[in-house]
């Protein structure tokens, strides 16, 4: 699992271990790893230029020592100082007795635009809102410039505990972060800012408590498979209801259907109109015409996509969450849900709105919900008392258990923004939900196998292919 702490987490974990070691270590060690990535961003490091921004923090002391680094292993470096009186002196000092120079009051964008890497150390976890009017200008130089940036701790100028960008931020090609990942460069939009990350290890592990965010990887994802056992037979691994599509739109319930085949229950009941599409394309479906009341018994319910507006749409949401088994709601249903009914289950809910529909849901505006998707998402969680998979660039999902960590998805990519991609999520994770998965559980490694499909799937792509490249993510994770 990778874990996402907040700063005041982190703050007292540094606390509590910089009591146990001598005075700097923490520093040297996070500019030991700075310089690292530094040194492999660079490639050869002898002759080459860095220029590196200093704010009035530690996070400025980190890029200085890193510098100091370089400089002695034959790099040339500039600093360039956000507030002369105030950028970390020790640093500061370590940096010049290497032989660094620091910019001219107005040179710091052309040390800039020439240096081949540029050290991001304007503010880390100890920032507060936008970046100011001549930090912002020399971010965008930096962007515009010939050499990489490296952004220290975090990209400069984003919220470290929501992943809110209230304002102008360094947009880094890479971060190396200290002791743990901070949640802002796990969510988005601040995790755009962020590149590709690496995380240094300063010791601080036994001293973290508990997460706010953490993110399957490969391990987790494996463990969470279901696998049928040698006692299993179809209804043992779990039937899956699946009440989706209209006549209006029948490719929905293929495309639902498509991915529940693929989640590991053992059959796939389809309830609906959208019958015959799905028999031509899935002979194995057990199909009925009627309402989920009349299907016959499921282990978990998939209801919403592409049912329309009708009244036979409304009887089917209404009968899902009178059922009394796990369920997932997704796009039409999401409309035609009423809250009350939500809040009343007893079994598990998993609510699957992009932001527009959270938005509906929240009654937010939708930039508000892809401003603040950590915020939205647990508001949503808390408001309904369900699981809330928010979908977009990075997928969150949330327990309605506030006590317990937002997970976020590591897999997705933008292929998945195509027509019907939703489809199969919403299939493949109820399908997940029959097979006995906790409700979370369920909503992240359905997530999580999504967007590896999409990954493996030859692009451009289709929600079909997206399903038919679900064995391929399956293998690829327990292989
Ligand atoms: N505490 C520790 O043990 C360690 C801290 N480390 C580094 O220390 C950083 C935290 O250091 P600090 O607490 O000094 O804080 P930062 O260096 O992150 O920034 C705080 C300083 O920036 C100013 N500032 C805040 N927002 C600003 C803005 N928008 N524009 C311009 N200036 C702004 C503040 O007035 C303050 O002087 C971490 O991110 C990490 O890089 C590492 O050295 C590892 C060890
Ligand atoms: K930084």
Known sequence: MRY???????????????????????????????????????????????????????????????????????????????NPERAYAEGLAAFRSAGGRVAAADGGARAVARADLVLDGVTGIGGKGGLRPEAADLALAARDGRGAVLAVDLPSGVDADTGEVHGPAVHADATVTFGTYKPALLVDPAAEFAG??????????????????????????????????????????????????????????????????????????????????????????????GSPRAAGRVQAWVVGPGLGDTSQARTAVDDALAADVPILVDADGLRLLTPEA????????????????????????????????????????????????????????????????????????????????????????????AAGLAARDAASLGAYLHGLSARLTP????????????????????A
């Not at 500019?31 to 590196?52: E, K, S, W």
């Not at 929240?362 to 969680?381: F, N, Q």
């Not at 977009?392 to 976020?408: C, E, F, Q, Y």
């Not at 692009?459 to 327990?478: C, E, M, Q, R």
């Open 342 to 433: 939500v809040r009343r289950r007893t079994a598990a809910t998993v609510l699957t709105p992009h932001a527009g529909e959270a938005a509906a849901l929240l009654g937010w505006a939708r930039e508000d919900v892809e401003g603040r998707r950590l915020h939205a998402v647990r508001e949503l969680a808390a408001r309904f008392g369900a699981t809330v998979l928010l979908k977009g660039s990075t997928t969150l999902v949330a327990d309605p258990d506030p006590g317990r960590p937002v997970r976020v998805n590591a897999t997705g990519t933008a292929w998945l923004a195509t027509a019907g991609s939703g489809d199969v999520l919403s299939g493949l994770t109820g399908s997940l939900l």
């Open 4 to 82: 996402g702490h907040s700063v005041e987490t982190v703050r007292r974990a540094e606390a509590a271990l910089m009591a146990r070691v001598p005075e700097g270590a923490l520093m040297q060690r996070a500019a030991a790893g700075l310089a690292g990535a530094g040194t492999d961003l660079l490639g050869r490091v002898y002759g080459a230029r860095v220029a590196v921004l200093v704010g009035s923090g530690a996070n400025g002391g980190d890029a200085l020592y890193a510098a100091a680094r370089l400089l002695r292993r034959g790099a040339a470096a500039t600093a360039v100082l956000l």
């Open 196 to 289: 590709a990350l690496r995380l240094v290890d300063i010791g601080l592990d036994g001293d973290l408590g508990a997460p706010e965010l953490e993110a399957l990887q490969h391990a987790d994802a494996a463990a969470l498979l279901p696998r049928p056992s040698g006692e299993s037979d179809k209804y043992r691994r779990g039937v899956v209801g699946v009440a989706a599509g209209s006549e209006r739109y029948p490719g929905a319930a293929v495309l639902a259907v498509s991915g529940a085949l693929r989640g590991g229950a053992g059959a796939v009941r389809y309830a609906g109109p959208g019958g015959p599409a799905v028999l031509a394309r899935h002979p194995e479906t057990l199909v009925s015409a």
């Open 459 to 478: 692009h451009p792509l289709t929600a079909l292919d997206l399903a038919d490249s679900l064995p391929a993510a399956w293998h690829n994770v327990s």
